[in-house]
């Protein structure tokens, strides 16, 4: 049932293209940032304390003084782990003797924090060991084990080192015990340790895995009511979630039989993540068949045009179909991250260009925006409109802030921006036995566990012109030819115009060693129309290029951008620029009309109008030139 | 410094137009049908209690057992004093014996639950009379004896019974013993007694009134830590509202110094009502001046186009200038209420049609579409747009129902619009020793203190002619001409058309005994465009006609209005209908596209567009005919 498979980890060497330029940012800036403020080193960062947990906890092992205690959320180990997955993947990117140590000594840092039965948690370990998994609900072990067991395979699989590995083989075979051996009821609260299972699985062959992910899913949702009787056994909690919200915790219905997305976007795209790549590990067509159920849900009812997904803030959740506001958006990094996730394990399981034009379309604007280009800031939720005096002010947009902050006390979105590009490469590409598998356009050598090799050069998604070297083969490559490309592609081999059949948005082109291609995508700005369900969205449209959405703020616009309606036949001009604050870009620049500014709040007197031409940045660019308005969806000029 | 006093409760009587018919209405249908809800007799509607709260107050008084003792509201007993003051405005339109009597009979089961002390609250008389007066932030005392006093001021005016104002006489100087005589620190965590104390002292010339009110003004902020110092001193909450919340409880700074208006719309109305109504009792510039400052906070930045205030579901506040969300409105209907008084008060400092507009607004809007048309369920909160599907279901929309409820658990608005609807004549006429004021045009006899007399004859605001026949008269009549009809209207008098100019947007005309007076306003329907910072209101356009604005709902636009755009120059015409659920009305067809349905939630095809004539009724109408879509704002078609 697996079609073909996630690109290795070692595959991609980075080149000197835009998904390059930004690897090497975190390298050079994000890693060690972010390692200090693990060590709170940062300056004007909130703290973080995560290693020091690690090390009291350590302490509390030995019945010592637990010093300064626990400090954070009770997830606040998995900011360390997600680091350290991070560096795993910069490792293989580009050696470093001194990330690699910094690593090492984190990993024994974390060892020494491990329970002898292999229990690994630093909240429960410094707080209260009596309340070691009483709370699967809030808890979070298990979203804590599920990460640093992605963070062990990734370590090894970078240095062959294996001894984060083997303190998180402990940890499985204690949750093993647990959760299979003594048969206690119950599934993780946060979804993710079943995703990290199957990568363990099928880096150590380890059976347990893969039961232990078949247990957490299939028993998900068939006692609706477990998160209910487990809190009544208990006085404690430790934030007051609501065991009887069901859908949350995406518990109300057995996973099969779940058909809208709902609850915690992160929780729900971590959980169908796992779905999916177990679905296609053990040929479970069933289950393969509710995630095509939830990717519709997700995609074609609950998404915003960024792949920003979880649009209320009230539960960081999906709401209803169709409601989804620009201004009080929630839409987090991390949730756009997990619908990368989801759509990559998809992909896994039929090559449609369905899933990859989303991996796309979230990686390039609803991820991205999560970081500031510096690399030093981040935002938590990404909006799709900021109105400074509104937006982070009013109490329904507390949230919606216009300027990323340095950190936050809930720190999962930063670092999780910083293994994803890290590891671009398997969301890139992928292969099966004799095709190679071209998803996304990123500039760099790959290596192909079937032996063939793709040297890709290409500028994009400032270039639409993508080339590639074909070494050691003698097969297919699978090119994606994106939707809002196709009307209007080429392709060359070898220098000859070719006219590959694509089939489901790929064109299969067979391919000898030395072989070069060349894919020539359409870089024509395009408008972007809403259905009109989206209440929010009527009378509007966004403006895009490539895979890029583009949003219109202030700073660009004469400090106002409310006021400007675009015309729907209007001209789209592009201009490159080099700006101190925004590097190499270019920016769109559109006919539009801006209405005369009035004073007061509501007026008989028709709008004055007067010819304005609007500029444009990619989405992922704003809110790096100090604080201003931000729009996507634009207004369309009316007629007079 | 009070220019014009509001018309005496007894000065209106109804005739037979508009205002008469929903008169009758509160009569017929509201009054039966509240008291019955009172009483715990109504079937399908929420539990009540208020009557029952006072019977086994008096017999906690008594030392009894109080059998079901209370429920409800910490405010519960305020809906008891709303029915009785509809109620007594109800008898001075339309005496009724029975109606009489049930008020006297209520009246004496609240004076049997009266302290000897004079204290009357059945929440704290049944639960605990140790608690008396130790939660000025959420115990409501205030607030019920505010709502108590305004009762027993409108029976004695109507009835000339004095029982429950001897019982609110006593109540008062046992506030006044504790609060002026005994220096007890504190204001009303919900204004409102402050408005009613004003009411009792032009009622009674007790100066007590004055004083307290005053007391309770001037010290409002003045130590903005008080609840906070309250609190700290009890183990006991009653719904665990936060007394640092500065701005919900409008206690941030000294009332005088206050520049925004903030917090719970209601209580910041209720407030700014007093404020006004004691400045110009007192000739208090200064208090006056803040008056103003907060008036135009609201009309110029925070007031929806209904006359709804209060946009956030968060405290049912006013949220920050400008963010006027449609979809997610609070708009209570209670706010909109509060609104009309606080414009009434302003009205009486200074007769400019800025404020009676106002009050025109928040009249044919905001407070008549709290009511269903048949007077039997009710509307807490006024959107703007509702989207099946979403309004009510969406996590952020749970308080945006799309249809009126029967009654509700906190049950202030539909009693609020029973002693609204009952007193119109208080706000629509007013008067000076010689001059005569009509703010707002109101079929029926008006009998002024002054001597003079007015019979007003008009169908408005479905005729746009009123006529006056003038009585016993020797002085002016001051007629407001509105704005959205100042470039067309037209007077006569006696049959001759006159040019009186206007005086910030009245006209005052000399009358004398016999005098015919006939106004024709402007009843083109016309556009209205908001201010280009308002973020949610960008691109779109609402039609009106003279004071109501109109909405579009799916029933008469084929199920969907979110896919419609009007044209900007598109006709508007006019259709006279009597539909069985509406009545009489006059439907709006403005001219406009339809766009094809879409499934796509995102297309880079230019939406196909068919002509589309779109059909509108008076938005106070919405919600009448079952589920469905409402727009008042609506996109403006776009240029192709």
Chains 1, 2 share one sequence.
Not at 220 to 240: I, L, Q, S
Not at 397 to 419: E, I, Q, S
Not at 530 to 559: H, M, Q, W
Request: proline content about 4%; hydrophobic content about 35%; some cysteine.
């Amino acid at each position: 049932m697996k079609i073909q498979k996630q690109l290795s980890q070692s595959g991609f060497k980075s080149g000197s293209g835009f998904i390059s330029d930004y690897q090497r940012l975190i390298k050079d800036v994000v890693l060690p940032y972010q390692y200090s403020v693990l060590n709170d080193e940062a300056d004007g960062a909130e703290k973080s304390h995560v290693v020091a947990n690690f090390k009291n906890a350590a302490k509390a092992l030995k019945g010592e003084d637990t010093g300064d205690g626990f400090y954070g959320m009770v997830f606040q180990d998995s900011d360390a782990a997600k680091w350290l997955e991070a560096a795993a993947y910069s490792l293989v990117l580009f050696p470093d003797e001194d990330l690699e140590k910094r690593a090492d000594e984190l990993i024994e840092i974390i060892a020494d924090a491990q329970d002898d039965d292999g229990y690994l948690d630093t909240y429960f370990t410094i707080k209260d060991r009596e309340k070691r998994w009483k709370n699967l609900m809030e808890g979070h072990e298990l979203y804590c084990s599920g990460h640093m067991i992605e963070a062990a395979c990734a370590y090894y699989e970078a240095t062959g080192k294996s001894r984060l590995l083997d303190v998180m083989t402990k940890n499985v075979e204690h949750i093993y015990r647990r959760f299979v051996t003594d048969k206690n009821e119950g599934c993780p609260g946060h979804p993710e340790i079943e995703l990290a299972l199957m990568k363990m699985y099928r880096l150590t062959g380890n059976e347990h895995c893969l039961e232990l992910c078949e247990r957490f899913i299939n028993e998900r949702g068939v006692n609706p009511h477990f998160y209910e009787e487990e809190a009544a056994k208990r006085d404690w909690t430790v934030w007051g979630n609501n065991p009887s919200d069901y859908d949350y915790l995406q518990g109300a219905k057995p996973v099969r039989e779940q058909t809208d997305a709902t609850g915690h976007a992160v929780r729900a795209v971590y959980l169908y993540t796992a779905m999916a790549d177990l679905a296609s590990q053990t040929s479970d067509e069933g289950l393969l068949k509710a995630c095509r159920t939830l990717w519709e849900s997700i995609t074609k009812k609950r998404m915003y045009i960024t792949g920003g997904i979880g649009s209320t803030v009230i539960g960081e959740a999906f709401s209803v179909d169709y409601d989804l506001p620009n201004d009080t958006a929630y839409a987090e990094t991390c949730a756009a991250i997990g619908l990368m996730f989801f759509a990559s394990r998809m992909l896994e399981t039929d090559v449609d260009r369905e899933y990859s034009d989303v991996l796309e379309r979230a990686f390039y604007n609803g991820v991205l925006s999560g970081m500031q280009l510096d690399g030093k800031r981040f935002f938590y939720v990404n909006p799709l409109e900021a109105v400074p005096g509104i937006s982070g002010a009013s109490p329904t947009h507390r949230h919606d802030l216009p300027v990323r902050p340095k950190w936050y006390a809930c720190a999962c979105c930063p670092p999780n921006v910083a293994r994803l590009i890290t590891s671009f490469g398997k969301y890139a590409y992928g292969e099966n036995e004799n095709t190679v598998f071209c998803h996304l356009f990123a500039d760099g050598e790959v290596k192909f566990e079937n032996g063939m090799k793709l040297i890709c050069q290409t500028k994009y998604p400032y270039s639409f012109e993508i080339n590639y070297k074909v070494l050691n083969a003698d097969g297919k490559a699978a090119i994606r030819v994106p939707s809002w490309s196709e009307k209007n592609y080429l392709f060359k081999k070898n220098g000859v115009v070719i006219y590959p059949l694509l089939k489901k948005g790929y064109a299969y082109i067979d391919v000898k060693d030395g072989d070069e291609l060349m894919l020539d995508l359409d870089d024509t700005p395009y408008r972007v129309y809403a259905s009109s369900k989206v209440p929010r969205l009527t009378g509007s449209a966004a403006i895009c290029r490539g895979p890029l959405v583009y949003c219109f703020e202030g700073v660009d616009n004469d400090g106002d951008v409310l006021s400007i309606s675009l015309k729907r036949s209007g001209a789209i001009s592009l201009r490159q620029i080099s700006d101190e604050r925004l590097g190499y870009t270019e920016k769109l620049l559109v006919e539009g009309v801006r209405r005369e500014r009035s004073d007061a709040l509501y007026s008989t007197q028709p709008p004055k109008e007067a010819p304005y031409t609007a500029q444009a940045v990619p989405y992922y660019m704003w809110g790096n030139r100090g604080e201003n308005q931000m729009r996507v969806w634009m207004n369309e000029a009316a007629e007079n």
